[in-house]
């Protein structure tokens, strides 16, 4: 069972921030030189996309964790620092997609419903900031949670 629980633990980890990092390093500067409109409907069409697959992705996060918490280590007691430090960056990194999708993306869309490019980009920025800190919060996460054990 602790196999599958990790397989699917570190895939989800895999999708959510490697999507960033695609998003942040390469599709970002490939769409920079577009206008204002075709770039905003890209990252529009893009974000749908990728919030379903990172919010499916948390689900698979925290229930995989979560059981391998009480399968693999008997409880949070059993458990190491570096499970701790997983978990702690983990729900940092779940509060700042949610507060992402509560505002600045929120406000993303309601500037493009209101053709308001100037707004959408914005909060465009606000996006690509709160990605910015999550993909490398999300690589220390993962770095951690792959090298703690051998702490």
């Known amino acids: 069972m602790m196999a599958v629980l990790v397989a699917l633990h570190v895939l989800a980890a895999v999708l959510w921030v490697g999507g960033m990092v695609f998003a942040y390093h390469v599709a970002r500067p490939a769409v920079g030189p577009f206008e204002p409109p075709q770039r905003q409907g890209f990252w529009r069409r893009a974000f749908r996309r990728f919030f379903w697959i990172v919010g499916a992705a948390i689900v698979v996060l925290l229930g995989t964790g979560y059981a391998m918490m009480f399968e ?64 490398y919060l999300g690589l220390i996460v993962v770095a951690i949670g792959a090298s703690g054990r051998y702490w």
């Open 72 to 135: 693999g280590f008997g409880g949070f007691a059993g458990a190491g620092l570096h499970v701790d430090l997983m978990q702690g960056g983990g729900w940092v990194m779940v509060a700042l997609f949610l507060g992402l999708l509560g505002l600045p993306y929120r406000r993303f869309l309601n500037a493009l419903d209101a053709k308001d490019h100037k707004a959408a980009g914005a909060a465009l920025d606000a996006i690509r900031r709160i990605i910015h800190i999550n993909l």
